[in-house]
Protein backbone atom coordinates (compact mmCIF):
# COMPACT_ATOMS: atom_id res chain seq x y z
CA UNK A 1 0.00 0.00 0.00
CA UNK A 2 1.28 3.14 -0.91
CA UNK A 3 0.86 6.00 2.03
CA UNK A 4 1.00 9.37 0.80
CA UNK A 5 0.60 12.54 3.96
CA UNK A 6 -0.22 15.64 3.06
CA UNK A 7 0.51 18.44 4.90
CA UNK A 8 -2.43 21.39 4.75
CA UNK A 9 -2.07 25.01 6.09
CA UNK A 10 -4.90 27.27 4.84
CA UNK A 11 -5.31 25.03 1.95
CA UNK A 12 -9.21 25.02 0.80
CA UNK A 13 -8.41 26.74 -2.25
CA UNK A 14 -6.15 24.02 -4.03
CA UNK A 15 -7.56 20.86 -2.09
CA UNK A 16 -10.11 20.21 -5.13
CA UNK A 17 -7.51 20.56 -7.38
CA UNK A 18 -4.68 18.20 -5.34
CA UNK A 19 -7.61 15.44 -4.87
CA UNK A 20 -8.09 15.84 -8.81
CA UNK A 21 -4.52 15.32 -9.36
CA UNK A 22 -4.23 12.16 -7.11
CA UNK A 23 -6.95 10.57 -8.46
CA UNK A 24 -5.66 10.71 -12.03
CA UNK A 25 -2.50 9.98 -11.16
CA UNK A 26 -3.22 6.66 -8.90
CA UNK A 27 -4.64 5.04 -11.78
CA UNK A 28 -0.83 4.11 -13.20
CA UNK A 29 0.18 3.03 -9.44
CA UNK A 30 -1.60 -0.60 -9.77
CA UNK A 31 -1.39 -0.56 -5.97
CA UNK A 32 -3.77 0.39 -3.28
CA UNK A 33 -3.21 3.67 -1.78
CA UNK A 34 -4.53 6.36 1.29
CA UNK A 35 -4.00 10.05 1.29
CA UNK A 36 -3.32 11.18 4.94
CA UNK A 37 -4.14 15.01 4.87
CA UNK A 38 -3.17 16.69 7.60
CA UNK A 39 -4.51 20.30 9.10
CA UNK A 40 -1.81 22.07 11.02
CA UNK A 41 -3.90 24.87 12.33
CA UNK A 42 -5.58 26.26 9.22
CA UNK A 43 -7.46 29.31 9.84
CA UNK A 44 -9.44 29.16 6.60
CA UNK A 45 -12.06 26.59 5.68
CA UNK A 46 -9.25 24.06 5.10
CA UNK A 47 -10.56 21.59 7.60
CA UNK A 48 -14.42 21.86 6.16
CA UNK A 49 -13.02 20.93 2.60
CA UNK A 50 -10.89 17.47 4.14
CA UNK A 51 -13.79 16.45 5.90
CA UNK A 52 -16.11 16.70 3.11
CA UNK A 53 -13.21 14.96 0.85
CA UNK A 54 -12.62 12.28 3.20
CA UNK A 55 -16.84 11.46 4.08
CA UNK A 56 -16.86 10.99 -0.02
CA UNK A 57 -13.80 9.25 -0.82
CA UNK A 58 -12.76 6.47 2.05
CA UNK A 59 -9.19 6.56 0.83
CA UNK A 60 -8.86 9.67 2.61
CA UNK A 61 -7.68 10.19 6.26
CA UNK A 62 -7.65 13.46 7.73
CA UNK A 63 -6.17 14.25 11.13
CA UNK A 64 -6.30 17.67 12.61
CA UNK A 65 -3.85 19.72 14.92
CA UNK A 66 -4.16 23.04 16.48
Given at each position: MISIVVPCYNEEEVLPELRERITEASGAWGTPFEIIAV????????????????????????????
Open positions: DDGSTDATWDRLQEIAARDPQWKVIRFG
